[in-house]
């Protein structure tokens, strides 16, 4: 039972969607199915995801939130919203806990981890194929679409990054939702780092979109990595059309994510090449020029 006055709300809530929740555990519980934290499986801002077992054998990663000074209504608002999703694109938040200060959220075991490991190897110089980006970037919108308008309440996820993408053996991608924070990542796995040939001298000034942004308007050769085939040639520039559309500065230029689905399925030659991006490297003001890898 948890002590103090202000809890109180929390186990009303609790209990008041008891039904829809998933297990509540005690931090003790934490403690033993990850032998007190001997496997640490990633850090992320709210945290770091160690590995554990649960009693019935199946593995799981127990992610351990920062010491929290807010009575957790939060947490458990998130948590309730979070227990209401099912798509196969979303990990399973399988438990919880709600231990004093101790809060930590348990999820599906994911054994290949991130996808930043996978896009580009620095030891054996390897890069993921185009056709699991491709199958990876729709996994992501189709999964993002559902929490923008398939599940009951609303979610924003506002953290989709390589980081926190867990593909399965087959490179569908899954991730998890305790956020509150959508950026895009598309042009970041495309522009993956090191899969780019950049013919120009002074590669820290190049502003990715823009440079990637006057190859696809001159219908150029891409220039990038890897493309194997006619095939991944065009996944990859339908890739790098959606997420120019994505990365507009208007909000209102930008689309939905039922029509980024829509765009990244359908043909190629339907796409309308959007606005350039705002920031541009023909200003070549360091400050706005991202660095590329
Ligand atoms: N379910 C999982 N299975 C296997 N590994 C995982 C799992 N969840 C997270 N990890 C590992 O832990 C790392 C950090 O994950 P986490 O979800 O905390 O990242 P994050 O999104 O950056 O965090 P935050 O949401 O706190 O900012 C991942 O990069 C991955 O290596």
Sequence with gaps: MLRTGENKNIEVFLKDHEFLAPKRYRYSYIKNITNSFRVKLGKGGYGDVYKGKLLDG???AVKILKKSKSNGEDFINEDASISRTSHVNILSLLGFC?????????YEFMPNGSLEKFIFQEKTGRRLEWKKLYRIAIGIARGLEYLHCGCNTRILHFDIKPHNILPDDEFFPRYPIPAWRDRVMDTKMVGGRKSVNVDVDRTSEVYFPDWIYGRVELDEELGLEGVRDEDEQEKARKMIIVSLWCIQTDPSTRPSMSRVVEMLE???????IPPRPFLSSSSSSPSRAAKLG
Excluded: N, Y
């Excluded at 709600?98 to 348990?106: E, K, P, Q």
């Excluded at 359908?266 to 309308?272: K, R």
């Design 58 to 60: 199946r593995h799981v």
């Design 98 to 106: 709600i231990d004093g200060r101790h809060r930590a959220l348990i």
């Design 266 to 272: 359908g043909s190629t030659e339907s796409l309308i």
